[in-house]
């Protein structure tokens, strides 16, 4: 089986995550190499929207990593600005009834305390921030600095700009290790010879774990997203229903939909968002786009007669606390997780690629990696 030259590090899962770890780590000056079964953003990347949130997450560590985020992800527009397609339109949190809106509060105050700039809206801010929406919302908060990407052009001009060697369409069959920890993964197509090896394959980062002989409780959820026909500017930032938080934090395997309505500069309004946990199983969901539209149309009654061209679907990369798993793996020496940060990956991309590049260079991180080390999880599959 033929091998490729060593280098300093693999890294499995050409999604955006990825592409910012290869990004960083090439940077740092390592020699890195890109290995994925599919092409540039074949997995959750690709079924994304490229939200950059920092609205929906609470004061403690995945906000941290949002805010740095953030910051890396304007670095990134100003090197590659016609490229990702970067737009900071900011997000609009509203609420219907005064119940809701003391909780959006009393959440934003505890963002405010990490940095987040929150900014309360009463009925007639909305209607200046947002001219189409429906009337009868009490208020809610606008997040100047949520923003977004286009995720596929993202990961590929990250994982170009990085230099990486890429290698699409190589399915990693094993992870190859010795006395001393990793010495590299095996495909399909030979072997790449690496001392450090980085599990970013999303989605399906529990089975590379299973390959490497430790375990990683990474599930699929399963979202929907509708496309409508393009249409004037109607929906001028990211927004969403206060109850949309509380279904990015819950854990229930049902399906719950809130949505999240937001223009694009070709047009198209997208919809989203549900979650469910069926598995990998990637059939249509009637009831789930029925539920978007209806949803949608509550909040902007101008699309209830739009038309839906297309439909997309993904699994977001699930993991039990709502935490990705960032850092290295406490059984074997050389391997490292970056993967379960289930909706959130595009824009929590950056932080979790400076965080790795940190474990394999040894530098110090530019926050505390702890709250995200795998070995929180039992990594013992015989237990």
Not at 1 to 30: E, F, N, S, T
Not at 160 to 188: D, F, K, M, Y
Not at 285 to 305: G, N
Not at 334 to 354: D, F, K, N, Q, S
């Amino acid at each position: 089986m033929p091998k490729r030259h060593p280098l300093d590090v693999v890294i499995i899962g050409a999604g955006v995550v990825g592409a910012a770890i290869a990004y960083y780590a090439a940077r740092a000056g390592l020699s890195v190499a890109v290995v994925d079964r599919g092409p540039v953003a074949g997995g959750t990347t690709g079924a994304g929207e490229g939200n950059l949130l920092v609205s929906d997450k609470e004061a403690g560590p995945e906000l941290d990593l949002a805010l740095l985020s953030a910051g890396l992800w304007r670095e990134l527009a100003a090197v590659l600005p016609q490229e990702i397609e970067y737009e900071a339109k900011g997000g609009l949190v509203v609420a219907p009834d005064e119940a809701s809106l003391g909780a959006l509060r009393d959440f934003a105050e505890g963002q405010r305390a990490a940095g987040v700039e929150a900014v309360e809206a009463g009925p007639r801010d909305l209607r200046e921030l947002e001219p189409h929406l429906a009337p009868g919302q009490v208020g809610g908060f606008l997040y100047p600095q949520d923003a977004q990407v286009q995720p596929a052009q993202a990961a590929a001009r990250l994982l170009a700009a990085s230099g990486a060697s890429v290698h699409l369409g190589e399915e990693v069959t094993g992870i190859l290790a010795g006395p001393g920890g990793v010495r590299g993964v095996r495909t399909r197509g030979g072997e790449l010879l690496a001392p450090a090896v980085v599990n970013a394959a999303g989605t399906w980062g529990g089975r590379i774990a299973e390959l490497a002989g430790v375990s990683l409780p990474v599930l699929p959820r399963r979202g929907f997203v509708l496309v409508t026909e393009p249409l004037p500017r109607v929906v001028r930032h990211k927004v969403y229903a206060a109850d949309y938080i509380a279904d990015v934090a819950s854990g229930s395997a049902a399906l719950q939909s809130s949505a999240v309505v937001e223009g694009t500069p070709a047009g198209p309004v997208l919809i989203g968002a549900t979650r469910e946990r069926v598995g990998f199983d990637r059939s249509l969901s009637v009831e789930a786009l029925r539920r978007l539209a209806a949803q949608a149309a509550a909040l902007f009654p101008v699309l209830a007669d739009a038309r839906v061209l297309r439909t997309y679907h993904g699994f977001r990369p699930y993991l039990p606390d709502h935490l990705p798993a960032i850092g290295p793996d406490p059984q074997l020496p050389g391997l490292l997780h970056a993967c379960g940060h289930e909706g959130a990956g595009i824009g929590l991309a950056p932080a979790t690629g400076v965080l790795i590049t940190a474990a394999l260079t040894g530098s110090e991180p530019p926050l505390p990696p702890a709250p995200f080390h795998p070995a929180r999880f039992d990594q013992d599959p015989a237990r």
